[in-house]
């Protein structure tokens, strides 16, 4: 099989954009196109075209973007597909991308990600078609519904307060501030959103237990990666970040099938599988990419990745283990909570930030002499998860 | 609302499933689930999605006296609990396109 590195990475700044979604992919497109060194046009080295999404033919009414894309951007004749796998869709697309060229297939692939979120109640729904179609969706149940009382599981089990999730929200506030591609970036002191005079106002209830600052924006934005053979790296103007490890696992679709409820089982497998195929484990990380769309997942996921013991994630947050400069740094680009979340971008864009802490291009926020590095990018309520381990060559 | 109990194995289900998850089976029968059962965890939503013209609407997961584990909405005056003895009714949980959608609304036992 195949080595395959990162020598190209795009990256559009999240939050609301007016750029149309296929605009919005192209700009990350040509950035990690510029970044590798590849011209476009005849003579091009891109074989293949990953484009994910979850939402594009929902919300923006737009089926077929790899086609679209590979033309707008003069690759044809390269290969083009489009990825759908819920918020897990970019690292699902990587990880596709991965086999192409492991499998003797594809030298070079170009995998872009992106979503235009909307607003609202409108977003909010487009979100929950992620939920089973009977047992769920229907209720008027949401992602951030399945959270809260996810949290209020953990909250009675390990005895995590709010304090400790809002703890988590201003940790990464305050990495999004270095991220010039973040969307809030805008520091947030624990008082404002716990006791201060103004909480009730500035941190409003969404779902109980959760307030506003345990849940991550709606965003729009795009990231991509140009993948390729680690046998013909040199030819590209980066140097090569490689992906030493790839992991996916699955779970019930019903979050009320779960045989243990307060678990992630599919986070702790997937992570696992990385982590072997790499030949590494959590200890040797020195940075991780969590998925905290509800603050309550990056602490069970640091726990279920292998950074904690079961119950004890909580504790770490407290001493600060997981802020830059502690054992573990997780969520150093501003995490999903200040970066912002446009689902099909989210999975890319995790990678993108460990690829910088690797090249040592993560200004104002890096962890120093970093080698390997974790992504867990979570699908469904946990129901498909891809973890990704990159290591400096 | 219906569980579905598998004519193999007889492990219940909800929602339907194609293959029994403890033995494989592929044939279920359809049991009525309107019994009672026990609140596992709840929350009261207020960023309710488009089709929920409600400000805020209780949800929880409920283990049902049969054993299986069920999500649904709650109509329940004062105190709500993890633990709370729950009874499963059926009703009207969501309009789409001029259709009702029925499913699992639990009260007070």
Sequence with gaps: ???????????????????????????????????????????????????????????????????????????????????????????????????????????????????????????????????????????????????????????????????????????????????????????????????????????????????RYDVCPMSDGAAAVVLCAMDIADKFKRRPVRIAGIGQATDTHCVANRAVPTDLLAVRLASQKAYKMAGLTADDMDCAELHDAFQILELVESEEAGFFPRGQGHIGIRNGETEIGGRIPINTSGGLKAKGHPLGATGISQIIEVVKQLRGEAAGRQVEGAKAGLCVNFGGFGNNVVATVLTKD | MYGYRCKKCGKLHHPARLVCDKCEGREFTEEILDGEGTLLTYTRVHNLPAGIDKPVLDFGIVQMREGVCVSGQLDIDGEIYTGMKVRATEGVVRVMNGVEHTGFIFVKA
């Design chain 1, 1 to 211: 099989m195949r080595e395959v590195g990162i020598v190209g990475v795009g990256h559009t700044k999240f939050g609301k954009s007016d750029l149309p979604f296929l605009d919005l992919l192209g700009a990350a497109a040509l950035e990690a196109l510029d970044d590798a060194g590849i011209k476009t046009g005849e003579g091009h080295c891109v074989d293949q075209l990953f484009v994910s999404s979850m939402g594009a033919s929902i919300q923006n009414r737009i089926s077929g973007s790899a086609s679209a894309l590979v033309d707008s951007l003069n690759l044809r004749p390269a290969m083009a597909e489009c990825v759908e796998n819920g918020p897990a869709s970019g690292g699902s697309a990587v990880k596709l991308g991965y086999m192409a060229i492991a499998s003797g297939m594809c030298d070079c692939v170009l995998v872009v990600g992106g979503e235009k979120m909307g607003k609202g109640k409108e977003a909010t729904d487009f979100v929950a078609t992620m939920l089973h179609p009977e047992a769920e969706y229907p209720y008027g149940l949401t992602l951030t519904s399945f959270a809260a009382m996810f949290t209020r599981l953990i909250m009675d089990k390990y005895g995590v307060t709010s304090e400790d999730l809002a703890r988590i929200a201003v940790k990464n506030h305050a990495n999004a501030c270095h991220n010039p591609v973040a969307q809030l970036q805008k520091p947030v002191s624990l008082e404002a959103i716990t006791t201060g005079p103004d909480m009730e106002k500035i941190n409003p209830p969404v779902a109980e237990p959760l307030r």
